[in-house]
């Protein structure tokens, strides 16, 4: 059984499939976009009006879409095209190209192997529309398109079908480019190409929705954001928990569970201080030009200052939980980076053990809060980009006796399935330990009602989605979440970024004029000491000043917010709080009216 949003889904991509185009289905996180998609392909494909399509996700969700294909009747027609046997694959191509059915296959597999799956080596096309082997290709988390210049991108636009479906529950991540991007792959007629659409909107949005704008811009800016969410509405479907959760009657209440989303601004020890300090001081830390390793080393200072840590990603030479910065380190870096962990402060490797709570605010803050949880009967989900300081959290919890299931990287898929039912079902575990890659994709843990985040990732969906592990369809308790943020440091100016990227996706899609928090000033200085200290922050300052009348706070959760003032942090800021208000555009005097901009014909 489908819930009316659904249906409502299905009936809109029925609406694209009779116009010959294709779409963005960006429903939130949760809301079931893998069962409207593959109950519209069951559709199609009884009805006898397709024969081939080219499902691509992540490799982490192919047995989620098998699972879900097999929910609406297309068991049969799966054709698993995801496994690391090269005969299998290629066996189960050619099935899909003679007789037809749905190719499951991933964007690593479809980028080393485009040409094949275009079928540049098959000839027997007689039966295909307009000579288009396939008739539908979907892309799931589709955002990892987004960068137009990619060869993944390229790649995977250059494949003959007829009609594109995007899925991403968030098409803009970073800048409206994104979007561009997968409006080009699934429907190129609606925003033109990349240059007009800079022009036209891009530029304009960009800079209305900066703090600073003059009324002018600002006024401009919001005109073309109305005209932009007009000409990709028809194409574009997006709906939020709490406008659908009313008629899907998933309690006996009919209420939609709260989610109280925090920041806990914490104060760097006296040791990560030191060691901050002396790395922004250091002839190594390049002033001028910070680069990818700067800012790396930065952030895990924030997290936990083990030298250790520092030296395993020096010895490794990847980044992790940088995914948007790609990059390697080269030798020159790797050499910086010894330097700095064994000699910039000065300290002995033996001096920091890995479970000593004292040199890490945020360890030191997460145990305090996992004892208050874990005595009130909760289950909590921790995330961590990284799995060097998700190490640095199970030793802690393991000294301490409390038992955990753990998600990562190096998790094998076929176990994953497991896990996640053990928590689910095992009411003598509370705590799952998950990186924000893996664990943050495709997952249903709504076990859990408390969530950690360990520091935030310079992409803000990416935090999102490990929300909504717990926050879904099924949840029926309410939710909080903690988002870990070191007060004066780089983490700091990412949240900022963070907060100015919504906004953008915001402005672009939603029919409400957003906050303007930030310039472009605030946040460009990402590498500098604090002129106010490391024990205040003054983005905690900033939004409880623009949302402190807007607090509206049941008693369970002011007593719990008093615990946490008691953990000597820095302060609280309230996440969820952001953009519910309107802001009002500044009245246009008459010297200042905006320039008429010539609107671009709409496609159809």
């Not at 116009?19 to 519209?40: C, N, P």
């Not at 924030?302 to 948007?324: F, N, Q, S």
């Not at 300052?541 to 953990?567: A, C, N, V």
Request: net charge neutral; aromatic share 10%; charged share 25%.
């Amino acid at each position: 059984m489908l819930y009316p949003f659904q249906l409502q889904g299905l009936r809109w991509l029925w609406f694209l499939h009779c116009r010959g185009t294709g779409g963005i289905l960006g429903d939130d996180m949760g809301l079931g976009k893998t069962i409207q998609v593959s109950a519209f392909l069951a559709g199609l494909f009884h009805s006898g009006l397709i024969r081939r399509v080219l499902v691509v996700v992540p490799k982490t969700l192919v047995t989620h879409w098998i699972r879900e294909l097999t929910l609406v009747g297309l068991k049969s027609n799966i054709r698993d095209c995801s496994c690391p046997n090269v005969n299998v694959r290629k066996s189960e191509l050619q099935y899909a190209f003679k007789e037809g059915g749905v190719l499951l296959t991933t964007y690593d597999i479809v980028w080393k192997y485009y040409n094949t799956i275009r079928g540049d080596f098959y000839h027997d096309v007689d039966d295909d529309e307009e000579g288009n082997l396939w008739n539908y290709v979907v892309l799931d988390e589709a955002h990892l398109i987004k960068n137009p210049k990619t060869q993944r991108f390229q790649r995977i636009s250059e494949i003959p079908c007829v009609h594109r479906i995007a899925i991403s529950g968030t098409p803009i991540q970073n800048n409206l480019e994104e979007m561009w991007a997968l409006f080009y792959f699934c429907c190129p007629e609606v925003l033109g190409d990349r240059d007009e659409f800079r022009e036209r909107y891009e530029n304009y949005i960009n800079r209305g929705n900066e703090k600073d704008a003059t009324n002018p811009e600002k006024h401009i800016g919001s005109n073309v954001a109305k005209e932009l969410r007009e000409l990709i509405k028809p194409y574009f479907l997006r709906r939020m928990k709490d406008e659908v959760y009313f008629a899907t009657s998933l309690t006996n209440e009919n209420t939609l569970p709260k989610k109280n989303e925090l920041i806990i601004w914490l104060k760097l020890t006296d040791y990560q201080r030191k060691l901050y300090e002396d790395f922004l001081n250091s002839h190594i830390f390049n002033k001028m030009r910070p680069r990818l390793l700067d800012i790396t080393i930065l952030k895990n200072i924030c997290d936990h200052p083990d030298p250790l840590i520092l030296k395993k990603v020096a010895a490794e030479g990847t980044l992790e939980g940088m995914e948007d910065m790609d990059g390697k380190l080269n030798g020159h870096d790797m050499a910086r980076l010894k330097n700095m962990a064994l000699n910039v402060a000065g300290y002995d490797d033996d001096a920091l053990q890995v479970g000593q709570l004292e040199v890490s605010c945020k360890l030191s803050f997460i145990m305090s809060l996992l004892k208050n949880l874990l005595e009130e009967g909760h289950h909590v989900l921790i995330f961590s980009q990284t799995r060097k300081m998700l190490n640095i959290v199970q030793e802690a919890i393991s000294l301490k006796g409390y038992r955990f299931f753990r998600i990562d990287g190096t998790t094998k898929i076929s176990a994953r399935e497991r896990i996640v039912k053990g928590f689910q079902e095992d009411f003598g575990t509370q705590i799952f330990l998950l990186t924000t890659k893996v664990g943050g994709l495709g997952l249903t843990l709504t076990k859990a009602d408390r969530v950690i985040v360990v520091g935030p990732a310079w992409n803000p969906s990416i935090d999102n989605q490990s929300v909504d592990r717990a926050y879904r369809i099924g949840q029926t308790k309410d939710v909080i979440v903690y988002r870990l943020m070191t007060a004066g440091t780089i983490e700091e100016k990412i949240y900022r970024m963070q907060i100015f990227k919504w906004g953008l996706f915001r402005t672009a899609t939603e029919q409400k004029e957003q906050t303007r928090y930030f310039n472009q000033r605030d946040i460009q200085e990402l590498l500098s000491l604090p002129a106010q200290g490391f024990d205040v922050s003054s983005t905690q300052k900033q939004l409880q000043t623009e949302h402190e009348q807007q607090l509206d706070m049941d008693e369970s959760l002011r007593e719990h917010l008093d615990f946490l003032e008691q953990q000597g942090i820095a302060g609280v800021s309230h996440h969820s709080l952001l953009f519910s208000k309107t802001e009002v555009l500044p009245t246009l005097n008459e010297n200042d009216h905006a320039p008429a901009r010539k609107r671009r014909r709409k496609p159809f």
